[in-house]
């Protein structure tokens, strides 16, 4: 029991002589990983003590290109909704049609526009610039 405190245990101090009840091995047992200096068992992130770690029990397929862009997409049914005449990538922030620009913006041609729009975007599908031509508006495409 410690002084200070009735519910606190005393720390063990090892290797401090075979008569402390810690000494020689310094409650390490004889040999085996758990008895070596260093690292230990669990050290490393994913380790299942000598089981095949999960990472490389799962499949792996395909490949992620780190240089992918990333577009923020808007459709033609959301630029309509908005009304506004002419639409681009700060606009676009600025109004709420995206939340934030990627690796630029993208239009899709999904729904219809009524009014002539002109629009400034890194990227249209071919509907889209058809239906925006096909209104009276205006394709401008900007480099990404």
């Known amino acids: 029991m410690n002084a200070k405190h009735p519910y606190k245990k ?3 101090r090892l290797g401090r002589g075979t008569s402390s009840g810690h000494g020689k091995t310094s409650t390490k047992g004889h040999k085996g990983q758990l008895a070596r200096s260093g690292q230990g068992k669990g050290w490393f992130p994913g380790f299942e003590g000598g ?3 999960f990472i490389r029990r799962v499949p792996k397929r395909g490949f992620n290109s780190p240089f992918k862009k990333k577009f923020s997409v808007i459709n033609l ?3 309509a909704e908005s009304g506004e005449k002419k639409i681009n990538p700060t606009k676009a922030l600025e109004i709420g ?8 913006l993208k239009v899709l041609g999904q729904g219809e526009l009524k009014a002539p729009v002109e629009i400034e975007a890194h990227a249209f599908s071919e509907s889209a610039k058809q239906k925006i031509e096909k209104a009276g508006g205006k394709v401008i495409l900007l480099k990404a």
Do not use: A, D, E, N
């Open 77 to 79: 049914t959301q630029i």
């Open 10 to 12: 005393k720390k063990k």
């Open 51 to 53: 089981q095949m770690p």
């Open 97 to 104: 049609l995206v939340s934030r620009i990627k690796h630029g």
